[in-house]
T-cell receptor, first 114, second 112 residues
């Protein structure tokens, strides 16, 4: 399934670097999500966009900055991250956020902070 | 906010046996309960979901039951196979924003 594609698959960065994660969906959806998956913790919702508008910021530190230029693309800009930010970052999409609908995930970006 | 608890955290069964994973939720307004399967190094994949107006749903070897009064829901896998080995996550959504709260996951191991 290539409905939701994330790049890069792996990223190693220092605490002072700036990098971006990219997500693209080919499902014709209008809602996109960022999740963080850490070892031994539940998936944590970070941000939600619906028709390019941010509808949720789940108390995420400002060193994570999302961007949604259109309904098909979602970015997560990273700056001055901490070691505890090392995790798998998953992108998902759904038709929209107006009702509860299945979310389709990408393969994720495995992020390691040195 | 919503809180979802999932048990057990690990489950080992013999091939052909049944497996049951249970979740409880805290928000009585929750009305959508999906289950995801995540194989090692792969994306979470939706395997079945249930809405609050239904008590049970089946899809071949997989079934989900929902008890709204007790605020718990369960995943049942019958005739387990080695390829069922994965981490399974339950989730609940309590509002129209389609925001999922996930349980901690269950690592299912099916021994041949």
């Amino acid at each position: 399934e290539t409905g939701v594609t994330q790049t890069p698959r792996h990223l190693v960065m220092g605490m002072t670097n700036k990098k971006s994660l990219k997500c693209e969906q080919h499902l014709g959806h209008n809602a996109m999500y960022w999740y963080k998956q850490s070892a031994k913790k539940p998936l944590e919702l970070m941000f939600v966009y619906n028709f390019k508008e941010q509808t949720e910021n789940n108390s995420v530190p400002s060193r994570f900055s999302p961007e949604c230029p259109n309904s098909s693309h979602l970015f997560l800009h990273l700056h001055t991250l901490q070691p505890e930010d090392s995790a798998l970052y998953l992108c998902a999409s759904s038709q929209n956020t107006y009702s509860n609908q299945p979310q389709h995930f990408g393969d994720g970006t495995r992020l390691s902070i040195l | 906010g919503e809180n979802v608890e999932q048990h057990p955290s690990t489950l080992s069964v013999q091939e052909g046996d049944s497996a049951v994973i249970k979740c409880t939720y805290s928000d009585s307004a929750s009305n959508y309960f999906p289950w995801y399967k995540q194989e090692l190094g792969k994306r979470p994949q939706l395997i079945i979901d249930i809405r609050s107006n239904v008590g049970e749903k089946k899809d071949q070897r997989i079934a989900v039951t929902l008890n709204k009064t007790a605020k718990h829901f369960s995943l049942h896998i019958t005739e387990t196979q080695p390829e069922d080995s994965a981490v399974y996550f339950c989730a609940a959504s309590s509002n129209a924003g389609n925001m999922l709260t996930f349980g901690g996951g269950t690592r299912l191991m099916v021994k041949p």
